[in-house]
C-alpha cells in the first residue's frame, strides 16, 4: 500500500472536477432520423413544436405527443421545467441551444416564497408549507448548501409511532430537535392489504397522495431565510417503463424523490449519456414493511426511494456513460431484480466513464432469484473507467442501515453472470465497504484489473467471494489489503492507498 499524500488527495479532487467539468461542458452531438421537436419556457403546447420559434411549453406535451420512433425532443439549453416525462419507444430525449443543460426539476414551483408558508407552532419554530405536496425526500436550500433531515415514523394502530421505539407515539414538536428537520404526514387513504402477516392499515402512497409538509426553521420563515428551497416530490422525472431504444442526452435532472430516470420489465437499448443527475429519492415508497435491507421491519415500517437510473427487470444494450451523479439516496445507477419464479435476462450492461459522488452505492446491482426461478442470468456486464467517490458520505446516510454503503453494491443473492468485468475505476473511499461483490458461485464473480482503491486505514475494504457455502468475509483495509485485492480480488495491477 502506498500513503496517500494531500497532494495524491488533491490530484484525485482535480481529476474529479476535470471530468465534472468535461460533462458539464458536453457538446449536442445526437443524431435525429425522423422529426425533431423543440420545447422551451417561451414555447405554447398549441405550437407544432417542430422549430425553436414554434416550440412546446411542457413536459406534460411531451408525454402527450404522439411521436414516433426515430423521432427527437430537443429542450433549450438555460430553461429549467417542472414535472415528469414518460418516453415513448425509440424517442431521443437531449438539448439545443447554448448554455448550460435544460434543467429538469421535480415539484411544480420552489418553496422559497413566504407566501407559501404559515407558522404552526412558534413554540418550536415550525413551519406548516399551505399548499399541499406529495411526500417529498428532502429539501434542498440555495443549490445545494444545505438540506433537511427528514423525520421517519413509522405507521401503525392507525397512528404515526418512532421508528425506533414502536411504542412511543410519534410527537413532531418533540422529535423536531434540529434546525432544517422536515416532516411529511399523509394519512387520508389507507390499504389493508396484508404484509408479513400483519393485517392492519397503512396510508397509500402514489401520485396522488397530498399531504402535508412541515419544517422546523428557526430563523423565521422558510421562503425569507433561503432564495430557493426544493422538495424531492414522489415522482420519477423520466418514466422509461419498458420502452426500447430509448436515448437521453445532455439533461440535468435534479430535486425528484424517487427515480431520476427509471425502467422496467424488459428494457432494450436505453442509453444514457453526458447527463447531470443530483438530489434524487428519499421518499416513502411504501409502509407495507417488506425492505430487504431492513428485514427486522414489520408492517408500518417505511421503506425509501430511490435510484439516479434504475431499470428493475430485464435490459439489454443498458449504457450509461460520461454522466455526472451525487446526492443519491440509494444507487447512482443500478440493474437489478428479484424475479419471484419468473426468468429475466440482464444483458449488454455498460457503466463507463462517469463521475459519481457521495451516493450511498455508487453502483448497484442485484439478482435475487426466489419462488422457483433457476434461469435467470447476467450476461456481459463491464464496469470501467469510472471516478466513485464518497460512497455514503452523502445526504443518503439518514437512513436506518448504515452499514450498507459501498461503490459496487451487489448484496448477497445468487447474482448468477458470465463476462462481468470491472476494471480502470477509482474506488474513493466508503464510510463503509468500497465493494460488495458476492454471488452464489465463484464463477458468477467479476473478473477485475487495474482498479485504484484509496480508503482509511482501519476502514473496510470489502467482500468478494462467493456465498454457496457461507458468507465470504468482510474484509478490513489494513496491512494485509494488498494480498487480498490480488489474490482474493484477483485485481491485478491494482494500485492501493491508505490514508491515516
Known amino acids: 500500500m502506498i500513503k496517500a499524500t494531500k497532494e495524491f488527495l488533491c490530484e484525485i479532487e482535480a481529476l474529479a472536477e476535470a471530468k465534472k467539468a468535461a460533462i458539464r461542458a458536453a457538446k449536442d452531438e445526437m443524431e435525429i432520423a425522423g422529426t425533431v421537436y423543440y420545447v422551451s419556457n417561451d414555447g405554447n403546447d398549441a405550437n407544432d413544436g417542430k422549430t425553436p420559434q414554434t416550440a412546446w411549453k411542457t413536459l406534460s406535451k411531451v408525454t402527450e405527443a404522439e411521436l414516433e420512433e426515430g423521432d427527437g425532443v430537443k429542450f433549450r439549453r438555460g430553461d429549467l421545467f417542472r414535472g415528469m416525462i414518460t418516453t415513448k419507444p425509440g424517442v431521443t430525449y437531449c438539448a439545443y441551444g447554448e448554455g448550460e443543460k435544460p434543467k429538469f426539476y421535480g415539484w411544480d414551483k420552489s418553496l422559497a416564497d413566504p407566501a407559501l408558508w404559515e407558522l404552526y407552532d412558534a413554540e418550536h419554530n415550525i413551519w406548516k408549507l399551505r399548499d399541499l405536496i406529495l411526500d417529498s425526500g428532502t429539501l434542498v436550500f440555495n443549490d445545494s448548501e444545505l438540506h433537511s433531515r427528514k423525520l421517519i415514523p413509522s405507521y401503525r394502530g392507525g397512528k404515526f409511532v418512532c421508528r425506533d421505539n414502536e411504542e412511543k407515539d410519534f410527537v413532531m414538536a418533540d422529535e423536531m430537535t434540529e434546525d432544517l ?9 389507507t390499504d389493508t392489504k396484508p404484509s408479513k402477516g400483519e393485517d392492519f392499515p397503512i396510508p397509500v402512497l402514489d401520485y396522488e397522495s397530498f399531504g402535508e409538509l412541515y419544517l422546523r426553521c428557526d430563523k423565521g420563515n422558510p421562503g425569507e431565510v433561503f432564495s430557493e428551497i426544493e422538495a424531492l416530490p414522489r415522482r420519477n422525472m423520466i418514466r422509461i417503463t419498458n420502452n426500447a431504444n430509448v436515448r437521453i442526452d445532455n439533461l440535468c435532472i435534479k430535486y425528484i424523490g424517487c427515480h431520476a430516470i427509471g425502467g422496467g420489465g424488459h428494457v432494450v437499448g436505453l442509453h444514457v449519456t453526458n447527463c447531470e443527475i443530483g438530489w434524487v429519492g428519499g421518499t416513502v415508497q411504501t409502509y407495507a414493511g417488506t425492505d430487504p ?18 431499470i428493475y427487470g430485464g435490459c439489454e444494450d443498458y449504457l450509461v456513460k460520461d454522466c455526472y451523479i451525487y446526492q443519491i439516496y440509494d444507487a447512482g445507477m443500478t440493474h437489478q431484480i428479484t424475479t419471484r419464479g419468473k426468468k429475466y435476462t440482464l444483458e449488454n450492461i455498460r457503466y463507463l ?15 435475487e432469484k426466489n419462488n422457483g426461478d433457476q434461469e435467470s442470468y447476467i450476461k456481459n456486464c463491464e464496469i470501467a473507467g469510472n471516478i466513485l467517490r464518497l460512497a455514503g458520505y452523502g445526504w443518503g446516510q439518514q437512513r436506518h ?36 461483490l458476492v454471488a452464489k458461485n465463484t464463477e458468477s464473480l467479476p473478473k477485475m484489473h ?13 467482500q468478494y467471494g462467493a456465498n454457496n457455502v457461507e458468507e465470504p468475509p468482510i474484509h478490513a483495509f489494513f496491512e494485509k489489503t494488498d494480498s487480498i485485492i490480488e489474490n482474493t480480488f484477483g485485481d491485478k495491477n491494482a494500485k492501493i492507498y491508505y490514508m491515516d
Open 293 to 310: 435491507n431492513y428485514p427486522q421491519g414489520r408492517r408500518g415500517s417505511v421503506t425509501r426511494f430511490g435510484n439516479g437510473i434504475e
Open 450 to 462: 487495474d482498479n485504484t482503491y484509496i480508503q482509511k486505514y482501519g476502514m473496510t475494504l470489502g
Open 401 to 436: 442501515n448504515t452499514y450498507t454503503p459501498a461503490h459496487i453494491k451487489g448484496w448477497s443473492y445468487e447474482n448468477t453472470a458470465s463476462e462481468y468485468y470491472v476494471h480502470d475505476n477509482i474506488f474513493d473511499r466508503g464510510a463503509y465497504r468500497l465493494v460488495h
Open 353 to 367: 466513464d462517469n463521475l459519481v459522488e457521495k451516493c450511498v452505492y455508487s453502483i448497484e446491482y442485484f439478482l
Open 181 to 189: 428537520d422536515l416532516f411529511c404526514c399523509y394519512v387520508a387513504r
